[in-house]
């Protein structure tokens, strides 16, 4: 499997398809998997690239403190290391932050920019409401890897959802089983997460954004991609009906269409 050294770590990564570059940028504790649903689809419009970060997967886990600094210099020597000026990039939950950062870090290599079920981290993030969901964001130390994980699919997706397509969320389990998160890859990257913060600086991104966020998210609250719209100059926000935080993996053709039909400057995809 392809790996490439990056930013002192070796990052796991695959490509499909053909045509612009799209890198797709993961969500906390969850490797290149949590794409599985989506990437076939992309991969007729566009070059994908989807990677592990630091951390997770088949990527170098180092028992360190993580930044999002550090994860959006990782995703730059990635791209370096395949000879990518340029791309679009499309961040969900943790991946959106980092995506955000990356944005504002390396502005002349994104050529446009789509936020998933994410925040701006500080003292304007709304958290979640339910009490599993901030226990473990308080106490990260002592919550098992399986326990957040358990605590998080709660709420990251709908009720409809894990009544009648809970074969799929075993699917996940399952693909995600094969490379364990480590407990000191989870930590690491909540680490990150918790130091996150780029409300001030959100309106310096001056490329094409698109904010997605499911109606129903209850880990990562639909309000905050509210803001991330509202700081971030002329971003486009897409609000999507019968989905919460895994809006990817719920409503895959959906979340395909609309992030295809923004980076090909139709508008279609605004009557969903």
Not at 96 to 109: N, S, Y
Not at 191 to 208: C, F, K, N, W
Not at 232 to 258: C, D, G, K, Y
Request: include cysteine.
């Amino acid at each position: 499997m392809p790996h490439l050294q990056s930013n002192g770590v070796s990052l796991y990564y695959e490509e499909h398809g053909s045509g612009e570059l799209l890198l797709l940028i993961m969500g906390f504790t969850v490797s290149s998997i949590g794409w599985h649903w989506n990437i076939p689809a992309f991969a007729q419009s566009f070059r994908t690239i989807a990677f592990d970060n630091r951390g997770v997967g088949q990527s170098d886990k180092p028992d360190e403190p993580y930044s999002m600094a550090m994860f959006a210099d990782d995703t730059a020597g990635l791209l370096d290391g395949l000879d990518i000026e340029q791309a679009h990039i499309f961040g969900i939950s943790m991946g959106g932050m980092i995506a955000q950062e990356f944005a504002l870090r390396h502005p002349q290599r994104v050529t446009s920019l789509t936020l998933g079920c994410t925040n701006c981290g500080g003292e304007n993030t709304v958290l979640s409401s339910d009490p599993e969901v901030l226990r473990m964001l308080e106490h990260i130390d002592a919550v098992s890897v399986e326990e957040a994980a358990l605590a998080m699919t709660k709420v990251a997706v709908t009720p409809w959802f894990m009544q009648k397509h809970m074969d799929t969320l075993i699917e996940l389990n399952r693909l995600s089983a094969v490379h364990p998160t480590p407990k000191h890859g989870m930590v690491s990257q909540m680490a990150a997460i918790q130091s996150h913060d780029t409300y001030e600086r959100l309106p310096q991104i001056g490329v094409p954004t698109l904010v997605i966020t499911g109606k129903e998210d209850g880990l990562v609250p639909p309000e905050n991609s509210v803001t991330l719209s509202r700081r971030i100059p002329n971003a486009e926000l897409l609000i999507l009906s019968n989905a919460s935080h895994l809006f990817n993996i719920e409503r895959p053709q959906t979340t395909v269409e609309s992030v295809t039909g923004f980076i090909n400057g139709r508008r279609e995809w605004l009557a969903s």
